[in-house]
């Protein structure tokens, strides 16, 4: 259902109710029942007044109009100020009253609803009472700047003709039409608002607005002490506990009580003081206490609201932290599944290498390594890292793993295979940006060739504890939007070497220089290269404060050339060379 200003179908006790306009003959039913409602609370008025000799009594239909202004759209306002217009005409041509005085009281009562619900819907749109911010503009605009405008449109041709009840009709008009709204704008609007935290048709619910009844009327008629403010702040109390229907029911109750004991006579309502004061004194009660417990019905409503909101968004965290571990445990899983178990063991080199994933939710990432078996006995030693976390950078590892492997028992140059891998890399099936390292290792030499498509450089340490980065042979990282030229170099590595090849989780630091990190391996490694290859991985990991708590996956394998094969005892000399991009 389109509205122009806002919606008006309004959800009670869990069925839809629309106002008369938008059934047929819409506004007919509308004008109908805003002027009848408005002639009955005129003539309730009128009779009050008659009955007990006083002039200051609550206006009823001050609370209707407002209310049905703010319940139909504003296209439609129109129908709701006419037929208030007309009703107040009536009844006070009927009353007796001159034309001149008619129309002044028939516009004020038609501008009154109209500003004080422009001050509400400007600012809240559809009013629901059960909002803290609503019942504060419904208190601004409705409560007390239209019924101050009604009071002066009312009261000026008093002041105009130098009477000197002017002031007195103001604030008598003001009060009585600001309770009105209080007590019956309230009255209808609560039925639009949240539905309440307990429902008032349950044995609580009636043993409130009968214990409310019971009450009052004992206090009024059986003693002649003021304590009307008791029952009042009941009213505030099933605020909190029932909601804002509870607020305006129990209120408009004690009005009724009221009003029948001010029918019969007010002698007992204060000791000590005239039946008109003592009536504005209780009018003014009502108006305090019925609106504290619109506010206090408000906020109790808002911090359920927002209790439930927070329990709601905990288990959705709660959910949402089951998800992220049970893909991370997926995750882990696939990436532990694509790596070898254990690396390749072969005659005179020492190898291990250690995978962690990290220990943050969702972090595991595509680190990788693998050594190969050559031709000729050599070594294919692979190590990288593919962007990303989760299922979709484990998969990608996999695949660019695979093809590793597939492409090193067909070429001799580690430059070589990398542009291979540039090319795999735009396949459907490729990888948007990943590093990635390859090496050959010739055991019966010590010949090591490597090349580096981005990745952090190897660590080289000589026997005699001298250590080197290898910063030859590097180039840009793989990229599945462009081929580039692969450079590789070569290395002599002295029998009793180690070679250590890591991913960035192992060195990097959130808030430290990278560099700082490759000097703090470069000295742990030093310290330990007389250990087994096992022994300097796991004492690398611990010292480099990643055995427990890492930020990202980690990847380090360890080589010790030993040379049983036969191999020389060169120093370490590089040899560079390039490699073109393969067609």
């Known amino acids: 259902m389109a509205a122009s200003d806002h919606e008006v179908a309004l959800a009670v006790g869990g069925s839809i109710w629309r106002w008369p306009y938008e059934q047929r003959w819409g506004r007919v039913r509308l004008f109908l029942l805003t002027a009848l409602g408005y002639s009955a609370g005129s003539q309730l008025a009128l009779l009050l007044i008659k009955d007990s000799g006083l002039s200051?009594?609550?206006?009823?239909?001050?609370?209707?109009?407002?209310?049905?202004?703010?319940?139909?759209?504003?296209?439609?306002?129109?129908?709701?100020?006419?037929?208030?217009?007309?009703?107040?005409?009536?009844?006070?041509?009927?009353?007796?009253?001159?034309?001149?005085?008619?129309?002044?009281y028939a516009v004020a009562n038609m501008i009154e609803p109209v500003i004080g619900a422009l001050i509400v819907t400007r600012q809240c749109g559809v009013v629901d009472l059960a909002r803290l911010r609503h019942v504060w503009w419904f208190f601004v605009g409705a409560v007390l700047t239209g019924p101050a405008i009604g009071a002066a449109f009312g009261s000026l041709p008093a002041l105009l003709l130098g009477d000197g009840r002017a002031v007195t009709q103001f604030w008598q008009w003001w009060l009585g039409d600001s309770l009105g709204v209080v007590?019956?704008?309230?009255?209808?609007?609560?039925?639009?608002?949240?539905?309440?935290?307990?429902?008032l048709a349950s044995p609580g619910g009636a043993g409130l607005i009968g214990g409310t009844l019971v009450l009052t009327f004992g206090l009024l008629a059986l003693t002649e002490l003021p304590l009307l403010f008791l029952v009042l702040i009941g009213v505030a109390v099933a605020g909190a506990i029932f909601g804002t229907r509870a607020v305006a029911m129990t209120a408009n109750v004690v009005a009724t009580a009221v009003a029948i004991e001010v029918g019969f006579g007010i002698g007992g309502l204060l000791i000590g003081l005239s039946p008109a004061a003592a009536l504005i004194i209780v009018k003014l009660q009502l108006w305090?206490?019925?609106?504290?417990?619109?506010?206090?019905a408000a906020e109790a409503h808002e911090l359920e609201e927002a209790s439930?909101?927070?329990?709601?968004?905990?288990?959705?965290?709660?959910?949402?932290?089951?998800?992220?571990?049970?893909?991370?445990?997926?995750?882990?899983r696939l990436q532990r599944a694509l790596l070898p178990e254990k690396p390749m063991q072969h005659p005179g080199v020492d190898i291990a290498a250690r995978y962690e994933a990290g220990s943050e939710a969702m972090v595991v990432g595509g680190d990788w390594y693998d050594v190969i078996a050559l031709s000729g006995g050599r070594i294919g030693i692979t190590i990288g890292d593919v962007v990303g976390h989760g299922l979709e950078a484990a998969a990608a590892m996999?695949?660019?793993?695979?093809?590793?492997?597939?492409?090193?028992?067909?070429?001799?140059?580690?430059?070589?295979?990398?542009?291979?891998?540039?090319?795999?890399?735009?396949?459907t099936n490729g990888v948007e940006f990943a590093s990635a390292a390859y090496s050959i290792l010739d055991p019966t030499n010590g010949l090591l060739t490597f090349a580096s498509a981005g990745h952090p450089p190897m660590l080289v340490i000589s026997p005699s504890g001298a250590t080197r980065w290898l910063m030859e042979g590097r180039s840009l990282p793989l990229h599945g939007a462009a081929v580039v030229e692969r450079s590789e170099a070569s290395v002599q590595?002295?029998?009793?070497?180690?070679?250590?090849?890591?991913?960035?989780?192992?060195?990097?630091?959130?808030?430290?220089?990278?560099?700082?990190g490759m000097e703090r391996l470069e000295a742990t490694a030093r310290e330990v290269s007389n250990r087994s290859a096992s022994e300097i991985c796991d004492i690398l990991l611990e010292e480099m404060g990643?055995?427990?708590?890492?930020?990202?996956?980690?990847?380090?394998?360890?080589?010790?050339?030993?040379?049983?094969?036969?191999?020389?005892s060169e120093a370490i000399a590089p040899l560079s060379r390039s490699t073109l991009t393969p067609p």
Request: charged share 20%; proline share 2%.
């Open 493 to 516: 590595l002295e029998p009793g070497s180690i070679l250590i090849g890591f991913s960035d989780g192992l060195v990097e630091r959130r808030g430290e220089n990278l560099d700082a």
């Open 398 to 427: 996999g695949r660019l793993r695979t093809a590793v492997a597939a492409l090193a028992v067909h070429t001799d140059s580690p430059g070589t295979l990398l542009s291979y891998l540039d090319e795999y890399s735009q396949g």
């Open 308 to 332: 439930k909101t927070a329990a709601e968004a905990t288990a959705r965290a709660a959910i949402a932290e089951i998800e992220r571990r049970l893909e991370q445990d997926i995750a882990v």
């Open 546 to 568: 990643v055995a427990t708590i890492r930020e990202d996956d980690v990847v380090v394998i360890t080589i010790r050339y030993e040379a049983s094969l036969g191999a020389t």
């Open 288 to 296: 305090v206490f019925t609106m504290a417990g619109l506010i206090v």
């Open 183 to 199: 007590l019956v704008g309230s009255g209808i609007l609560v039925w639009g608002s949240s539905l309440d935290r307990r429902s």
């Open 56 to 104: 200051s009594v609550f206006f009823i239909p001050a609370g209707i109009t407002v209310a049905f202004l703010l319940r139909v759209q504003r296209r439609s306002w129109w129908v709701v100020v006419l037929a208030a217009g007309i009703a107040e005409a009536t009844m006070d041509l009927i009353a007796g009253l001159s034309v001149g005085a008619t129309a002044g």
